[in-house]
């Protein structure tokens, strides 16, 4: 099934989502901005099940909608300063590098309390959220899950990673 097929179908299935957008609008602006549609594809492929979450004026907003952590984007630190000071073990990546090499921007709280109040995500799996720079800089990050029904937001090493920790996406179109 085409990219564009499979995130039409996600999106009529997920209409409390976009409730004030119609398909035509968001394959109208994927149509005139090809690379946005490959980093689509790269999210979709990292196991990201991207679809609209919100509109903000002309700019539609896409998010990695998976129940849990995007499977393909595990198992990272927050970022190459973090990976790279990693003394034992050091994954292959980090979660700013995946996103990055995606096209796509990592949430903020902001954007990751918005999700949350989309639909249920992160029950077993966390997931990397954007962290402040004074807390980057003492070398701090910020991570999101929820449980008993409350989204938590935790603070925790930047060069910590766990199997079940990875990082969602935001998309701009």
């Known amino acids: 099934m085409e990219i564009l097929a499979i995130l039409k179908e996600r999106f009529e ?13 968001v394959e109208a602006r994927l149509s005139a901005d090809p690379g946005k549609l490959e980093s689509l594809i790269k999210m979709e492929e990292s196991g990201g099940e991207p679809d609209v979450i919100c509109s903000i004026g002309e700019i539609i907003v896409f ?4 129940k849990e952590s995007p499977s393909g984007r595990r198992s990272i630190c927050y970022d190459k300063e973090a ?3 990693r003394k034992k073990f050091p994954p292959e990546t980090s979660a700013e590098e995946m996103l990055e090499a995606i096209g796509a921007e990592m949430m903020d709280e902001e954007w990751y309390r918005f999700l949350q109040s989309l639909d249920d995500f992160d029950f077993k799996s ?5 962290a402040p ?3 980057r800089r003492q070398g701090g990050a910020l991570f999101g899950d929820k449980r008993y029904d409350i989204v938590f937001v935790y603070h925790n090493g930047a060069e910590s990673y766990y199997a079940s920790r990875g990082v969602r996406g935001i998309l701009k179109v």
């Open 126 to 130: 966390s997931s990397w959220i954007k």
């Open 63 to 66: 998010a990695d909608c998976s």
């Open 133 to 135: 720079e004074a807390m």
């Open 13 to 25: 299935n997920n209409r409390h989502r976009h409730s004030e957008l119609e398909w035509s609008q």
């Open 83 to 85: 990976r790279i000071k």
